[in-house]
């Protein structure tokens, strides 16, 4: 998924923060959980220990990257499962596109999967003529509504009750079988709504695509973590299972499970646990397992020694829930599937920073460390996004000011002359700068500082340091 | 080149500039100073804070616990893989053999399984399609899972979980009953898996 051609963050962030719904909707969800992850991160004696390791199970990780897939290639293999290499999201396309023509199936049922929407593989796979159904609720909400998703955790957080009450109403009669006619917007009517509607769907498909938040490369194990039970369902009743996962969600040890499996749910949901944990390892129970490794510009994101922290990301979104920026602008703004702070290192890096909303990102934020202060695997986020300014395409009039600034301030006596010029014209500068242009937008809501008579350089000569 | 081969090639050329780096495991991996009956009562509570239902009960009491926990919900049929014990095995119960299909387990109302092992601190119980347990679709498709947990079953933490399961095994890790955080962020439970969870701890 790309959003081509969408406009730079400010410009949607401008216009996000203007609907009032979208700001309550997104007020109240970011709350509510991020108090639910504070009381339980805070009941762990260790959590900081965890987290610390987390870290540096990941780097290690990385550091060993080609060992631990060719690993894991060789494990899947000896438990009946096939692996494939995609080098990007064409190529992943195309396999898995391959992969269900082979089965000579049309329907395919969903596992909530951030890297088969990075891909765009429910688009590609429309245009083979194959139908993808999600069935995570959230990505159903999404789905139905003909809509982006808008959080790594809970994708439709941007729709109140109401709305995705309406949204059943009209559309789930599309996609099979209706909403009773008597639908309520009580949560609970419409996760029931739901289940009547994918049931049906569940017990005929024949192919199933999914995610994994963790592989297991001493073993061939995936992981999937979920709380509806849709993650079950696919993953168990299919008699085909395609799994496309990030190179980067490798850990090395069984054990290192022991880790994540605190880190993970209650940075993400607040909870303890979360409902469903899923693991295998190759083909089970009669099933044909697929397991497709996806690069996608990770090998990029890989070879930035300040950037490559992103990739110890595992998703939880707990920077999303904190950050003062994604509370009020929402995530379409970002105008990826990786909305937040996360998203504002990780799309620059794995999609480039040529499209002016993908070098507007680094900037989306405050940089007040608020989502390094929560993040699981301790990314710092600011000093990435600090690091992707600097290499960020800059327009002219700023480059043109950055080297005026660069020649002044080489030389102190260039610098002492600037001073005294500007204390001698200091009646003639305005509070607030002409416009328009981007320092009178700044000077909107600020003043320009006052220049002093007399520059601290020259009071320090005159006075001897203050001693005469 | 391959896209395999392209894949490493670009791994290698990515990672020489990263340092090499140490995994410090100073975390808490023991069961801490909790005696069994510490062990259940954390359980239990954990358990039920998701809404689970959870009976504490002798070994002479289970039988009859199962029998009065499926009447209370009108199941009359209720399906045990095989391999359960047999004095947990209630009246007018089927047997998943030969293999019920998928539209035949959707119709059962209801399932009692044992588990592989249950972790106290996060209030879950590990299902490893083991004697007792059955093949993973058994405790998906019924609404209703009751799943009986020996006290010796249960560890402290996390950590302790990990290291008893055999990850060739399918596993399936439940806290609670199914249940989903979308719609505004509040918990509902009750979504594609089993609604109701009861949890029978034998001290």
Known sequence: MTFLGMPAFPANAAAAVRDSQLRFNLRKATHTI?????????????????????????????????????????????????????????????????LVRETGESDVVKVKSMATQEIGLNEALAEAGITAYETDLAELIVQLGDDWPSHILVPAIHRSRAEIREIFLEKMADWGRPAPEEL????????????????????????????????IAETGTLVVL???????????????????????????????????????????????????????????EGQEFHLVLLDNGR???????????????????????VCPVYERAG??????????????????????????????????STLCGACYDVCPVAIDIPE?????????????????????????FDRPERLARAERLAGRLRRFVPRRAPGPGPLSAWTETRDLPEIPAESFRDWWTRTDGGTR | MSDRELILARIRAAVTSA???????????????????????????RVADYRAVVHVTGEDEVAATIAAALAAQGLTRPLVPGGLPVEWVPEGAVADDPPLSDAELDAVGGVVTGCAVAIAETGTIVLDAGPGQGRRALTLLPDYHLCVVRAGQIVAGVPQGVAVLDPSRPLTWISGPSATSDIELNRVEGVHGPRTLEVVVVR
């Not at chain 1, 039970?229 to 085909?240: A, D, I």
């Not at chain 1, 300014?389 to 080297?403: I, K, S, T, V």
Request: hydrophobic share 40%; glycine share 8%.
């Open chain 1, 34 to 98: 991020r108090e639910k992850r504070a009381s339980v991160v805070a009941e762990l004696p260790d959590w900081a220990r965890l987290r610390e390791a987390g870290k540096q199970i990941k780097d290690h990780t990385l550091r060993n990257l080609e060992r631990y897939l060719l690993q894991m290639e060789e494990a899947v293999t000896a438990a009946g499962g096939h692996v494939h290499w995609a080098a990007d999201a064409r190529e992943a396309n195309r396999i898995v596109t391959g």
């Open chain 1, 299 to 321: 090998t990029r994101v890989l070879a930035d020694e300040v950037g490559r922290q992103a990739l110890r990301c595992i998703r939880c979104s707990a920077c999303l829930n």
């Open chain 2, 19 to 45: 340092p090499p780096n140490e995994i410090v495991r100073d975390y808490r991996t023991s069961a801490g100073p909790l005696d069994r009956a510490e062990l259940i009562e954390l359980f239990a509570e």
């Open chain 1, 226 to 284: 979920e709380s509806e039970g849709n993650g079950r369902m696919c993953l168990t009743l299919p008699k085909t299972l395609i799994s496309v996962v990030g190179i980067e969600k490798l850990l090395p040890t069984w054990r290192d499970l022991e880790v994540f499996l605190q880190l993970l749910p209650r940075s993400s949901t607040g909870e303890r646990m979360n409902p469903y944990t899923s693991t295998w390892t190759g083909a089970t």
């Open chain 1, 331 to 364: 995530g379409h703004a970002y105008g990826s599937v990786y909305p937040g702070p996360i998203g504002a290192i990780l799309t620059p890096q794995l999609r480039g920073m040529s499209s002016p909303l993908d070098a507007s990102l680094p900037y989306a």
């Open chain 1, 184 to 215: 309520t917007d009580d949560p609970r009517a419409l996760a029931e709504a739901a289940r009547r509607h994918l049931r049906e769907r569940f017990l005929s498909t024949k192919v199933a695509i999914s995610g994994a938040n963790f592989m």
């Open chain 1, 384 to 408: 990435v996004l600090v690091h992707l300014r600097g290499r960020a395409p800059h327009p002219r009039a700023e480059r043109l000011g950055m080297r005026a600034a660069g020649w002044v």
